[in-house]
């Protein structure tokens, strides 16, 4: 008997032997388990690059899509919502739906100063400095004065012990973003996963993903929060959200 | 009817309500999905900090162990290989088995030059020089002129273009392992994946993790390789391997 990973082989080869112009694979790893799963994906990618065939490829798995993928086109009910390489589509989603569905994104609220065809200006506060950010905002939707929604995701934020009051690094790419309190930490080895809740205006709950490296904390810290400029993002000003 | 979290929720009450002095929970979480299993893992923590239980913990899954746990004991075959913090057994595990078992583990072959009881004195070729590494050696296993295994975890591995010949920052962390061949680049959001084939002593593929910001890598590029010095950890002589 062959195993799933030979019979998905084995399918893949009679599907490339008639040489197509363009191929179909919709959701082929999902009855595979997880170390098979991440062999085949290399091994897809593989013959479909050295065969020279181009490849549909319909998967729920976001892991699945952002390694695989040359361009990947993110659905929400039946709409394309993104059609992008995998790295502008996780770091400059083009709405909120795409944010939120390629991994976790933290959403800052900020002021609009102004903004020319690539960087908004904005503040944090009206007693805050004014920053660059590039941005997804079109100027019929939105104009200076309004809020609008800084999506930082988790490795791009870096807190710093409260007490310290000293910023962390001389990294001229940190903004600070205000102080926050930890509700919730997990090692997971090679990274620790942050809970916190911040003190400035923002959604929902921040998730922060450090490396091992970092200081530690504990439930009930208070820390610094510092944004990397370069990383953050304005999303348009749409209403789509895949929070449940 | 109630959900597969409830019904978790529900046994677990039940399991306290008798006031046990120990409470054993047996992969409770298996059947719950991905979501799911990660919100119940931080209730099984809270319900057990909160109401003072200790519970022993049996699990398959590595992120659950780590996260959730104070002290874990990683088995092989019967044996209890380490009994140690989550942090600890990651970063200085006992033995190659729980350095696999944990997360991926690169060992770089370095040779002993001597050591006292916390580092050891290696270097990575006669010409190249020296430096200290923390080790779990015991000086009845091993003798100075050795070969010895360093572990360095994937996000310990720093890759810069071999072409830019220059340490990539300032960081008196890091030491300069060799060259190698990238194999194959793996981009998931906060993170890529690389695989490297390096020019050094080493056993098998190099695998590096680095984050969404730094420079992007393709298959076939040759890349400098540091290692931070501080995360390197010299694995004792055994013959274990967790390795099919």
């Known amino acids: 008997a062959l195993s799933g990973g030979q019979q998905q082989r084995v399918a893949l080869a009679r599907a490339l032997v008639i040489r197509p112009n363009l191929l179909l694979l919709d959701e082929p790893l999902s009855n595979l388990d997880a170390k098979l799963r ?22 729920h798995d976001q892991d699945e899509a952002l390694s695989m ?39 800052v609220l900020a002021e609009l100063a102004d903004m020319d065809a690539q960087f908004a200006r904005v503040r944090l506060a009206a007693d805050r400095p004014m920053f660059h950010v590039e941005h997804a905002l079109s100027t019929t939707q939105v ?24 910023n962390p690094t001389v990294d001229a790419d940190l903004i600070p973003l205000g102080h926050a309190r930890v509700l919730d930490s997990q090692f997971f080895g090679a990274t620790t996963s942050l809970a916190v809740e911040g003190e400035f205006p923002l959604e929902g709950i921040l998730r922060i993903q450090t490396s091992a490296h970092g200081a530690a904390f504990n439930e009930g810290d208070r820390v610094a929060l510092y944004g990397s400029q370069s990383a ?6 749409d209403t789509t959200t895949s929070r449940a």
Request: charged share 20%; aromatic share 6%; with cysteine.
């Open 38 to 59: 991440i062999e085949m994906r290399r091994e897809i990618r593989r013959i479909c690059k050295q065969s020279g065939t181009t490849a549909i490829y319909v998967t």
């Open 69 to 107: 993928s040359d361009r990947m086109a993110v659905l929400n009910a039946g709409q394309v919502q993104q059609c992008d390489t995998p790295v502008n589509s996780y770091r400059k989603p083009a709405s909120r739906f795409v944010a939120e569905f390629l991994g976790e994104a933290n959403l």
């Open 143 to 166: 104009r200076p004065g309004a809020v609008v929604s800084l999506m930082v995701r988790p490795a791009d934020l870096h807190p710093v012990p409260a007490a310290s009051d000293s």
């Open 232 to 237: 953050m993002w304005v999303l348009p000003q």
